[in-house]
Protein backbone atom coordinates (compact mmCIF):
# COMPACT_ATOMS: atom_id res chain seq x y z
CA UNK A 1 0.00 0.00 0.00
CA UNK A 2 1.61 3.13 -0.79
CA UNK A 3 0.55 4.99 2.16
CA UNK A 4 2.24 2.01 4.40
CA UNK A 5 5.12 2.28 1.88
CA UNK A 6 5.49 5.88 2.81
CA UNK A 7 5.89 5.21 6.27
CA UNK A 8 8.26 2.38 5.75
CA UNK A 9 9.87 4.93 3.83
CA UNK A 10 10.26 8.06 7.05
CA UNK A 11 11.04 5.69 9.34
CA UNK A 12 14.17 4.88 7.27
CA UNK A 13 15.35 7.59 7.17
CA UNK A 14 14.88 8.58 10.63
CA UNK A 15 16.80 5.46 11.28
CA UNK A 16 19.68 6.46 9.24
CA UNK A 17 19.79 9.93 10.73
CA UNK A 18 20.00 8.54 14.30
CA UNK A 19 22.45 6.27 13.11
CA UNK A 20 24.71 9.37 11.81
CA UNK A 21 23.99 11.35 14.38
CA UNK A 22 25.45 8.87 16.91
CA UNK A 23 28.50 8.52 14.56
CA UNK A 24 28.91 12.43 14.39
CA UNK A 25 28.69 12.30 18.24
CA UNK A 26 31.16 9.73 18.49
CA UNK A 27 33.33 12.20 16.47
CA UNK A 28 33.02 14.95 18.28
CA UNK A 29 33.86 13.46 21.63
CA UNK A 30 36.89 12.47 20.19
CA UNK A 31 37.81 15.60 18.91
CA UNK A 32 36.77 17.31 22.83
CA UNK A 33 39.04 14.71 24.17
CA UNK A 34 41.93 15.80 21.33
CA UNK A 35 41.47 19.28 22.14
CA UNK A 36 40.97 18.75 25.75
CA UNK A 37 37.59 21.09 25.31
CA UNK A 38 36.36 20.65 28.69
CA UNK A 39 40.06 21.80 30.28
CA UNK A 40 40.10 24.71 28.12
CA UNK A 41 36.27 26.16 28.84
CA UNK A 42 37.30 25.48 32.55
CA UNK A 43 40.46 27.55 32.02
CA UNK A 44 39.37 30.23 30.28
CA UNK A 45 36.33 30.45 33.12
CA UNK A 46 39.11 30.51 35.83
CA UNK A 47 40.84 33.79 33.67
CA UNK A 48 37.64 35.13 33.85
CA UNK A 49 37.27 35.47 37.25
CA UNK A 50 41.02 35.68 38.87
CA UNK A 51 42.89 37.80 35.59
CA UNK A 52 45.62 36.08 33.46
CA UNK A 53 48.19 36.31 36.09
CA UNK A 54 46.51 35.15 39.16
CA UNK A 55 45.27 32.37 36.81
CA UNK A 56 48.63 31.74 35.65
CA UNK A 57 50.24 31.28 39.15
CA UNK A 58 46.93 29.44 40.11
CA UNK A 59 47.69 26.76 37.50
CA UNK A 60 50.98 26.05 38.46
CA UNK A 61 50.09 25.54 42.33
CA UNK A 62 50.67 22.29 43.53
CA UNK A 63 47.17 21.32 44.16
CA UNK A 64 46.61 21.91 40.15
CA UNK A 65 49.53 20.16 38.70
CA UNK A 66 48.38 16.97 40.59
CA UNK A 67 45.14 17.19 38.71
CA UNK A 68 46.86 18.09 35.64
CA UNK A 69 47.49 14.49 33.00
CA UNK A 70 50.20 14.28 30.26
CA UNK A 71 49.25 15.20 26.65
CA UNK A 72 49.01 12.34 24.08
CA UNK A 73 51.50 11.83 21.30
CA UNK A 74 49.39 13.75 18.50
CA UNK A 75 48.93 17.09 20.41
CA UNK A 76 50.76 20.09 20.55
CA UNK A 77 53.31 20.95 22.95
CA UNK A 78 53.83 24.11 22.61
CA UNK A 79 51.98 25.17 25.56
CA UNK A 80 53.71 22.21 27.96
CA UNK A 81 53.23 18.56 28.27
CA UNK A 82 50.13 18.70 30.47
CA UNK A 83 46.56 19.55 30.01
CA UNK A 84 45.04 21.77 32.24
CA UNK A 85 42.71 19.66 34.27
CA UNK A 86 38.83 19.10 32.64
CA UNK A 87 37.04 19.33 36.35
CA UNK A 88 38.42 21.04 39.71
CA UNK A 89 36.40 20.57 42.81
CA UNK A 90 35.37 23.30 44.60
CA UNK A 91 37.69 22.86 47.65
CA UNK A 92 40.72 22.55 45.58
CA UNK A 93 40.10 25.32 43.84
CA UNK A 94 39.50 27.29 47.27
CA UNK A 95 42.54 25.78 48.65
CA UNK A 96 44.23 26.44 45.66
CA UNK A 97 43.68 29.90 45.19
CA UNK A 98 44.43 31.00 49.16
CA UNK A 99 47.93 28.85 49.10
CA UNK A 100 48.74 30.87 45.85
CA UNK A 101 47.45 33.81 47.32
CA UNK A 102 49.46 33.44 50.80
CA UNK A 103 52.27 31.86 48.57
CA UNK A 104 52.05 28.39 50.37
CA UNK A 105 51.59 30.12 53.93
CA UNK A 106 48.16 28.96 54.03
CA UNK A 107 48.79 26.21 57.01
CA UNK A 108 50.50 28.92 59.09
CA UNK A 109 47.52 31.03 58.94
CA UNK A 110 44.21 29.36 58.91
CA UNK A 111 44.18 28.57 62.23
CA UNK A 112 44.80 32.12 62.97
CA UNK A 113 42.13 34.75 61.60
CA UNK A 114 44.04 37.97 62.93
CA UNK A 115 47.15 36.49 60.97
CA UNK A 116 44.73 35.26 58.11
CA UNK A 117 43.60 38.53 57.39
CA UNK A 118 46.98 40.36 57.53
CA UNK A 119 48.46 37.95 55.07
CA UNK A 120 45.34 37.74 53.00
CA UNK A 121 45.69 42.08 53.24
CA UNK A 122 49.26 41.65 51.82
CA UNK A 123 48.46 39.58 49.01
CA UNK A 124 45.64 41.96 47.45
CA UNK A 125 47.69 44.82 47.86
CA UNK A 126 51.00 43.67 46.59
CA UNK A 127 50.26 40.52 44.03
CA UNK A 128 49.23 41.95 40.37
CA UNK A 129 45.74 41.28 40.81
CA UNK A 130 42.52 42.52 38.38
CA UNK A 131 40.53 45.04 40.60
CA UNK A 132 37.00 43.21 39.86
CA UNK A 133 38.87 40.00 41.79
CA UNK A 134 40.67 42.00 44.20
CA UNK A 135 37.50 43.63 44.82
CA UNK A 136 35.69 39.87 45.29
CA UNK A 137 37.90 38.47 47.21
CA UNK A 138 37.96 41.73 49.65
CA UNK A 139 33.90 41.79 49.69
CA UNK A 140 34.10 38.05 50.67
CA UNK A 141 36.42 38.66 53.78
CA UNK A 142 34.60 41.29 55.08
CA UNK A 143 31.36 39.69 54.19
CA UNK A 144 32.97 37.06 56.31
CA UNK A 145 33.27 39.35 59.44
CA UNK A 146 36.47 38.04 59.28
CA UNK A 147 36.07 34.51 59.73
CA UNK A 148 38.04 32.18 57.96
CA UNK A 149 36.20 29.38 57.10
CA UNK A 150 33.25 31.30 56.26
CA UNK A 151 35.85 33.51 53.74
CA UNK A 152 36.46 30.24 52.16
CA UNK A 153 32.96 28.70 51.84
CA UNK A 154 32.15 31.74 49.92
CA UNK A 155 34.97 31.06 47.49
CA UNK A 156 33.75 28.04 46.42
CA UNK A 157 30.24 29.21 46.03
CA UNK A 158 32.08 31.73 43.84
CA UNK A 159 33.52 29.09 41.98
CA UNK A 160 30.37 26.87 41.59
CA UNK A 161 28.39 29.93 40.74
CA UNK A 162 30.73 29.82 37.75
CA UNK A 163 31.16 26.54 36.89
CA UNK A 164 27.35 26.29 36.70
CA UNK A 165 27.80 28.40 33.18
CA UNK A 166 30.12 26.04 32.20
CA UNK A 167 28.06 23.44 30.70
CA UNK A 168 26.26 26.47 28.08
CA UNK A 169 30.16 27.36 27.07
CA UNK A 170 31.39 24.13 26.34
CA UNK A 171 28.10 23.17 24.39
CA UNK A 172 28.57 26.29 22.08
CA UNK A 173 31.98 25.88 21.51
CA UNK A 174 31.56 21.94 20.43
CA UNK A 175 28.28 22.84 18.08
CA UNK A 176 30.43 24.18 15.21
CA UNK A 177 32.67 21.31 15.23
CA UNK A 178 29.80 19.26 15.43
CA UNK A 179 28.14 21.07 12.63
CA UNK A 180 31.20 20.50 10.62
CA UNK A 181 31.66 16.75 11.68
CA UNK A 182 28.23 16.24 10.61
CA UNK A 183 28.40 17.61 7.07
CA UNK A 184 31.52 15.95 6.26
CA UNK A 185 30.16 12.66 7.21
CA UNK A 186 27.27 13.19 5.05
CA UNK A 187 29.07 14.23 2.16
CA UNK A 188 31.25 11.27 2.63
CA UNK A 189 28.44 8.82 2.92
CA UNK A 190 26.24 10.85 0.89
CA UNK A 191 23.16 10.72 3.00
CA UNK A 192 21.18 12.61 0.51
CA UNK A 193 17.55 12.66 1.97
CA UNK A 194 15.77 12.52 -1.27
CA UNK A 195 17.72 9.56 -2.90
CA UNK A 196 17.60 7.67 0.08
CA UNK A 197 13.75 8.30 0.30
CA UNK A 198 13.47 7.19 -2.94
CA UNK A 199 14.87 4.29 -3.04
CA UNK A 200 12.92 3.33 0.51
CA UNK A 201 10.25 3.82 -1.66
CA UNK A 202 10.78 2.17 -4.74
CA UNK A 203 12.65 -0.81 -3.02
CA UNK A 204 10.58 -3.53 -1.29
CA UNK A 205 13.34 -5.79 -0.77
CA UNK A 206 15.01 -2.47 1.08
CA UNK A 207 12.49 -1.92 2.93
CA UNK A 208 11.73 -5.34 3.97
CA UNK A 209 15.29 -5.59 5.51
CA UNK A 210 14.37 -1.99 7.79
CA UNK A 211 11.27 -3.75 9.07
CA UNK A 212 13.65 -7.04 10.12
CA UNK A 213 16.60 -4.80 11.54
CA UNK A 214 13.98 -2.97 13.20
CA UNK A 215 12.65 -5.61 14.79
CA UNK A 216 15.73 -7.21 15.66
CA UNK A 217 16.75 -4.17 17.33
CA UNK A 218 13.63 -3.51 19.51
CA UNK A 219 13.77 -7.41 20.52
CA UNK A 220 17.74 -7.09 21.45
CA UNK A 221 17.31 -3.32 23.67
CA UNK A 222 13.94 -4.18 24.99
CA UNK A 223 13.73 -4.32 28.75
Not at 1 to 14: C, K, N, S, V, Y
Request: glycine letters at 6%; hydrophobic letters at 40%; a neutral charge.
Amino acid sequence: MPGLDMIDAFIGLIFVYLTLSLIVTAFGEAVSQRKNLRGDTLETAIKKLLGDDLAKNFYASHQIEALKTPKGWLESKKNGNERPPSYIPDHIFCSALVDTLLQGKIQDCTSNPGKFGEALEDALENNAIEEKTRTALSNFWKAANYDVEQFLESIKQWFNDASDRLPGAFKRRIASRLFIIGFFVAAALNANSISMYKQLTDDPELRSEERRVGKECRSRWSP
